[in-house]
């Protein structure tokens, strides 16, 4: 079993808890912190014996990576941030088992996909229940946000104009009509796999325009039901 260390190192920033400040970017650090002498297996060796320098080099090493991944994802620095600390958090608490670890780049980057996900998890079920009340999501509140939400709304509904007959037919029956796929079957006349098919290929036709249009996931999920 994993022994669950109560210290921190010295440049993890927690929510509102500061603990020593922490570089926010590239530019801001010091090159005493990167020391790309070691390996990153050679590194998970030291911070597993409790080495703060070496947990320093690795952060600075992937946080521009992860960050980048992570902004991505939830279209929000503040978020981003918070996830990536969340990660390397989870990395110094859980560091006896480090030395076992093969492959530290997908390792590390599990852990922020993990994290992620379930940040994506949490906001999907908080903004479905607001969709449900006609509400706009509240993970930002200024103006240009809640005007961007009723822009997805208008292209959703452009898509959904713009597909084959039948496709839009099943779809409009399956999103705002909650039938099963045997009753939608029924009404339009073919089979439940035919409707199974033609539901996915509309949701993944929404998905990739929202893509395209740069919309965050969070909102997309919301919209391909």
Not at 22 to 37: D, F, I, Q
Not at 120 to 146: C, I, S
Not at 164 to 173: A, D, F, G, T, V
Not at 198 to 217: D, M, P, V
Request: proline residues 4%; hydrophobic residues 40%.
């Amino acid at each position: 079993p994993l022994h669950l260390h109560t210290t921190f190192p010295p440049i993890i920033f927690i929510r509102s808890y500061c603990l020593v400040k922490l570089p926010k970017r590239a530019n801001e650090r010091s090159t005493n912190w990167v020391n790309m002498v070691y390996s990153d297996n050679e590194l998970l060796s030291q911070i597993a014996e409790g080495d703060e320098n070496a947990f320093s080099t690795l952060y600075f090493r992937y946080d521009t990576m992860l960050y980048t991944f992570l902004l991505k994802l939830t279209r929000s620095e503040s978020t981003a941030e918070e996830l990536l600390q969340e990660t390397f958090l989870r990395l110094w608490l859980y560091r006896d088992s480090l030395a076992e670890v093969e492959h530290p780049r997908a390792y590390i980057h599990r852990i922020a996909a993990n994290l992620s996900h379930r940040w994506l998890q949490e906001q999907f079920r908080h903004h479905k229940v607001l969709q449900e009340q006609g509400q706009p999501p509240d993970t930002v509140n200024d103006p240009e946000d809640k005007l961007a939400w009723k822009d997805m709304e208008a292209l959703v509904a452009r898509i959904i104009a713009g597909m084959p007959e039948q496709r839009r037919k099943i779809y409009q029956l399956h999103r705002d009509g909650a039938l099963s796929s045997g009753e939608i079957a029924e009404q339009v006349g073919v089979t439940p796999s035919t409707v199974r098919n033609t539901i996915a290929a509309a949701i993944r036709q929404i998905r990739e325009q929202l893509l395209e249009a740069g919309f965050s996931l969070v909102l997309i999920l919301l919209f391909s039901r």
